[in-house]
């Protein structure tokens, strides 16, 4: 990949900017309580624009999705992960689609080399000949539907609260990511970060997953307590050397958010859509596969991305994640 080579939104040009070690600075993440949500609402949506506001990331506490649901389909991820190489290429991740599975095919504009992990993309409207079948993998598909489903409510929740303070209508960024329309393009992704036993000591320099912002409206991330690495970065202003990263350890009961670039744009800019990135490992800590599962809330094709005060010009959600979609995975 050209690494000199200009990009159409300004966000992948900052993004090929940062991909420079930085340093280790501490860091609060906000945590917000989900509990009760519609008493609280006002309340949850002041604390949401805050963090999303001043670091771009937060954790939610009590936001429903019970832990038992999560074990589940971190125990079925690595299980399809298992799954011999011939196996898991039947489920070919498409050109453009977000759906199915690759394998170090993910190239960050922030480092020009591919990322040291494999994935599978579940975005429902496009999964035709892209499921395992029952008897590859028992149970995976009911599993990870109704786990897409959890994360996609928990994720309207959010984007109500957002709605609210940007004065849009209430269900605004729900008819948005209607899971019914077959213009739906939000995805539950599956990752798989390669183990690093019997690594040399070159093997320990660079990432796992380069520095980059997310293409969506809203990440929410689960992470496996003990299997570390996720680091943050507010000011991608700053030169790659300078930057300052915040490690964001994995914890029980915890789910991690990020705001994404759609989400940006579509607050004007008010929002922040954080860099962040997944570290190696150091020598002294878990060297086994590392499993992470994101959901991400990428509003429908049809969707118009464009703020309340106009800043930017209007542009689909589908245009806009195709310029995404083609940055990362650009040969």
């Known amino acids: 990949m050209n690494t000199n080579a200009a990009y159409g939104l300004a966000e992948l040009n900052l993004e090929k900017k940062i991909g420079g070690i930085g340093r280790i600075k501490q860091r609060a993440v906000p945590r917000i309580d989900m509990s009760r949500f519609e008493a609280r609402k006002a309340e949850i949506a002041d604390q949401l624009w805050h963090a999303s506001t001043e670091i771009g990331f937060f954790q939610l506490v009590n936001h429903g999705i019970p832990q038992e649901q999560v074990d589940e389909a971190f ?7 298992d799954l011999p190489y011939d196996t898991k290429g039947k489920m070919p991740l ?26 599978y993309q ?13 008897r590859e993998l028992p149970g995976f598909k009911a599993t990870m539907l109704a786990f897409e489903r ?14 609210l303070k940007l004065g849009f209508a209430p269900d605004f960024f729900t008819d948005c990511h209607d899971p019914m329309s077959p213009e739906y ?6 990752l798989h970060y390669l183990p690093m036993e019997n690594a040399k000591p070159e093997d320990f320099t660079g990432w796992r997953a380069g520095a980059h912002t997310d293409f969506d409206c809203l990440t929410i991330l689960h992470q496996r307590t003990g299997q570390g690495g996720l680091q943050l970065c507010p000011g991608m202003e700053a030169e790659a050397d300078e930057l300052e990263w915040t490690d964001v350890p994995p914890q029980p009961g915890l789910i991690t958010c990020n705001i994404g670039d759609m989400l940006r744009r579509w607050s004007d800019d008010k929002l922040l859509s954080t860099l962040h990135r997944v570290r190696m490992p150091h020598a002294d800590e878990y060297l086994g596969p590392r499993y992470s599962l994101p959901f991400f809330c ?14 930017y010009d209007p542009i689909t959600a589908h245009d806009y994640l195709q310029q995404r979609i083609a940055a990362n995975f650009a040969k």
């Open 75 to 81: 125990d079925m991820t690595a299980k399809f992960f």
């Open 94 to 119: 498409g050109k453009g689609t977000n759906a199915g599975w690759e394998y170090k095919a993910q190239v960050r504009p922030s480092t020009g080399t591919a990322d040291n992990k494999e994935s």
């Open 122 to 134: 579940i975005t429902l409207p496009r999964m035709a000949n892209l499921w395992p079948s029952g």
């Open 150 to 163: 959890a994360n996609w409510a928990l994720g309207m929740k959010v984007l109500s609260c957002f709605a």
């Open 185 to 190: 393009q939000s995805t539950l992704r599956l």
């Open 298 to 311: 990428q509003a429908n094709k049809d969707a118009i991305i464009q703020g309340p005060a106009k800043k």
